[in-house]
Each structure stands twice: as structure tokens, then as C-alpha cells.
């Protein structure tokens, strides 16, 4: 189920899009195989804290967010992973995990791992983890105005 907030917003920009149903997983990892799409261009949201406040980090279903790096890139002091309860009430059409990269609809920055930035298209959960959707990263970025750089450890 695309979330409604996405949808409504890629239609009303024009943006082509398609939605790619698979089998229900869990990881990112897993729903990229299940989808048949590179694990580089699964595009996976993490939640974390940048000095209390919420943001996205926004990584290849291959990688793992690098708080450091992170913390540099934001220039945060603070930087931590967030807890499910901190972040749940604020995607409540969302399955656990499966939030689309679209802080910018929630008061939120969004930071986006430089390789999936050089990718041609990204695809995402958006509100469940039996469907992804897949755009061109061109559209998603000028969309959300993520900030880009090293955050991923390979």
C-alpha cells in the first residue's frame, strides 16, 4: 500500500513512478532479492537522532549507517540511532520499518549515502513490506532536497 502522503505527492508533481509488489520480508536485504532490484538501489530508511531531534539516514540495502560520518556531514554534536517507540507515532499508516524516505513530509532531515545518490533510480518501502516504489533519484532528490555524502560503512 503506497502511503497516501508519497502518492499525493508524486502525482500531483507528475512524477513517474511504478510500484513493485513482492513477497512480505522484513530486511532490506531480503526485499530487494524478493523484488528482483541490485541491493544498491534498494534504498533503506534508518531512523536516527541528530541532538534530539528526528531525522532520516538513508542507505543501499547492502550498507550500514556510520554515526560518525553522519554526525560530521550534519553537524550535530549528537547523533544515535532512534528506538522504534521514539519515531512510531509519527508514521502511523506505516508497518514498523517501513517508512518511506520522505522526511520532508515530516518536519524532518533527510541525509542520503552518496552511492545511492549515483545511482539513475532508487526504490523504497512507503508504508508496508509487500510493495516498493521505484523513481529516478533525479525526482526523489529535487522532491525531498536530501543532504548527500559518506555516510554508509561497506
Known sequence: MLQAQVR?????????YRTIPHERH??????????HIPGAEMAKTVMVKLDGELAMAVL?????????RLRQLSGANEVALASEPEFRDRFPECEPGAMA????????????ADDLARDGTIAFNCGDHRELVQLAYRDFERLVGPKVGDIAIH
Request: aromatic share 8%.
Open 8 to 16: 499525493n505527492l508524486l502525482d500531483q508533481r507528475s512524477i513517474p
Open 26 to 35: 522484513v530486511t532490506a536485504q531480503q526485499i530487494a532479492a524478493a523484488a
Open 60 to 68: 543501499p540495502a547492502t550498507e550500514r549507517v556510520h554515526l560518525g
Open 101 to 112: 524516505p520522505f522526511g520532508n513530509l515530516f518536519g524532518m532531515r533527510v541525509f542520503v
